[in-house]
């Protein structure tokens, strides 16, 4: 005898992270008792209905796993009693290619799931053209009503935006819903920032917008059931069928805390700490008016619940503690990190490809695009050996949704799992992007700095080298100097000569390459840059933005040039013109050198004050000043200004808690990704 499959405990998680729940999924959704009774009632008693919300409040889940469950219970049990199912239920949300032929083969197919038949009364008559035509099949079959929900509708728009007038689908949808003789009620079900678009079917279809339905995210007691129910409906059901199984519990103040954590406006799937905390509604009790992030709900449960089957192993029972929550860093890390773990894991030439693809998959304002793998290929430039384990690796972290062949498109289609992940995508996006540029801004400024380096190190060698002749010349005349007669050394034409051509060599050295520095415009070359120890914020930890000399400030090429040209010229002036003995001669050469180089290392240091080499601190902007100039909302972004290093900026800002007014004088606590984290100074002066 065969022994029976018993799925493991994660294999049966009552919690669906951010999966949509379906029809299959009934058992564990909770809290929606109230929706799903207004939306079921509004279908029965109105021809068309539309049903709107935000981005992740749980539309397709109401739907799916609420209203088609419980229609589809009205199904059975009338065909148990009354011998016919008297009710077809649809439920549609494949709006990438042409819909119509989709959606008449899914009429089919509910016919044959009301007769509880398996791909069997679609072999009774062949499918009509029209959707009037297709339902009205349906009907009979039936021997009832049929409903059709239109879910994710604001996907129809994102396809086919163009020919709305004339697409097949556009024509089709309103004679049905006009054609009295369908026995039929139809529901849309849109996002609510895309609900005026319907404004295409004005004067199409008749009381366009006179039932509008609008769910919010659920309530903190709706929330409560659906941490709590699911774990009852797991002892009771799940725990009971496998035989005595592991059973599972959860730590009361695990749920409040979890509640807590994941209100709206506590978190968002953007950078981690641009997170401003909402307070509870002042003079209210708790829970009322208070909404909970439906799909991050889901996410934590979900994850918890995975860390807890893996500590308690294959036979131990399964208890939801607290202590692991803060242990997952809460609620905001375990939704943040959610994506950028999986992204983390990724190699670097995958993450790369990642990027090309998100640019596709996710529009700029958030708006998810399923694309097929070959055309993904070609949009990121890779090969396709090289994009599919990407696809897989990502897929099977649910951050994207593979989506089933269409009979006109063969290749499997993919775009991203959730609505709420496209913030989340765009956000990590830009910030990989603007970490790969700063790469490359340093391995550029790494690469300038090593070629400076070497011309710097030429040119020293170079004026080492002259200077050094120098030498050795006043050395040689010194020395002939005084084996002879001082007088006749000083008239004599051939020292004159010799003396002339130092001169000369050294002011058209020191000249030349000064003049090519300056063309070439090589700042490495001046006494500033010398060396890393030339210039440093004074005091880096006292916040000073001095300059302190160092050794390098005084010898370095573009002083030793100064001081060559000014000796070469003076020497050469002063031996020709002025009739001076030898020694007279080199040591107003040589004051007149040192006074190049003191001018011009005096120079460069006033004029080039603000051209330091960069030490962390110029960077970090934690701990300064700052001025509110654009009012800071609560849970929003405004700005500030302040002076950093003697140079005035501006950045976005968010508030640690509360909004700021405008003028406020605030304290930058952290800096990440291009925004402040600011609090007001007022208010740490009073802690």
Known sequence: MTAEFVPSAAEIAPYKGLMPFAEEDARFFFGRDAERELVISNLMASRFTVVYGGSGVGKSSLLRAGVKHRLREVTRDNLR??????????????????????????????????????????????????????????????????????????????????????????????LAITNEAVRASFLVSIREDALAKLDC????????????????????????????????????????????????????????????QVRIGHLTMGDLHLVAPSPPDEGSPTGERERIETPYLQLVMKRLWEAEVAAAGPEGDINLRSSTLERLGGAEQIVHTHLDTTMDELAPRERDIAVRIFSYLVTPSGTKIAHSAPDLAVYAGVSAPELDPVLARLAA???????????????????????????????WRTRYLRDKERD????????????????????????????????????????????????????????????????????????????????????????????????????????????????SALANPSSLLAFLTWFGAAGYLLERYAGWGLAAVLAGAVAAGAAGWY????????????????????????GTIARVSI?????????????????????????????????????????????????????LLED
Not at 231 to 249: C, F, K, M, Q, W
């Open 81 to 174: 009693n009354l011998g016919t199912p008297q009710l077809g239920v649809v439920v549609f949300s494949s709006w990438r290619d042409d819909p119509l032929p989709t959606l008449l083969h899914s009429i089919t197919r509910a016919v044959e799931e009301s007769w509880q038949l398996a791909h069997a009364v679609g072999a009774r008559y062949s499918m009509p053209s029209h959707l009037d035509d297709a339902l009205q099949r349906g009907v009979e079959s039936v021997d009832g009503e049929f409903v059709v929900i239109l879910d994710q509708f604001e996907d129809y728009f994102q396809y086919h935006s163009d020919g709305l007038d004339t697409d097949r689908f556009a024509v089709e949808l309103p």
């Open 201 to 260: 079917f004005e004067g199409r279809i008749p009381n366009l917008f006179s039932n509008l339905l609008r769910i919010d995210h659920l309530d903190r007691d709706a929330a409560r059931q659906a941490i709590e129910r699911p774990i009852e409906l797991y002892n009771h059901h799940d725990v009971s069928r496998t035989g005595g199984g592991p059973s599972a519990s959860i730590e009361p103040a695990l749920v409040e805390t979890v509640l807590d």
């Open 397 to 427: 972290a649910r951050i994207l949704m593979p989506l089933a062949p269409h009979a006109e498109h063969a290749a499997v289609r993919y775009e991203i799992f959730h609505d709420v992940l496209a913030a989340a995508i765009l956000d």
């Open 440 to 551: 490359l801004a340093g391995r550029q400024l790494a690469v300038e700095r090593h070629r400076v380096w070497h011309l710097r190190r030429r040119v020293i060698s170079l004026s080492a080298l002259l200077i050094a002749v120098i030498v050795l010349a006043i050395i040689a005349l010194v020395e002939t100097e005084a084996v002879g007669n001082a007088q006749q050394v000083a008239l004599s034409r051939e020292a004159g000569q010799r003396l002339e051509s130092v001169f000369v060599a050294c002011f058209a050295f020191g000249a030349l390459f000064t003049l090519l520095s300056a063309l070439l415009g090589v700042h490495g070359l001046h006494g500033l840059h010398a060396g890393h120890s030339a210039v440093h914020p004074a005091g880096a930890h006292g916040g000073g933005t001095g300059l302190r000399r160092g050794p």
């Open 599 to 622: 001018l011009i290392t005096r120079f460069l240091e006033l004029v080039l004050s603000g051209e330091r080499e960069m030490n962390p601190e110029d960077y970090r902007v934690e």
């Open 631 to 683: 009012a800071i909302p609560e849970a929003g972004t405004g700005e500030v200004v302040f002076t950093k290093g003697g140079v005035r900026r501006s950045e976005a800002a968010r508030a640690l808690a509360g909004p700021i007014p405008r003028g406020t004088e605030v304290l930058i606590t952290r800096y990440a990704n291009g925004f402040a984290t600011v609090e007001p100074w007022s208010v």
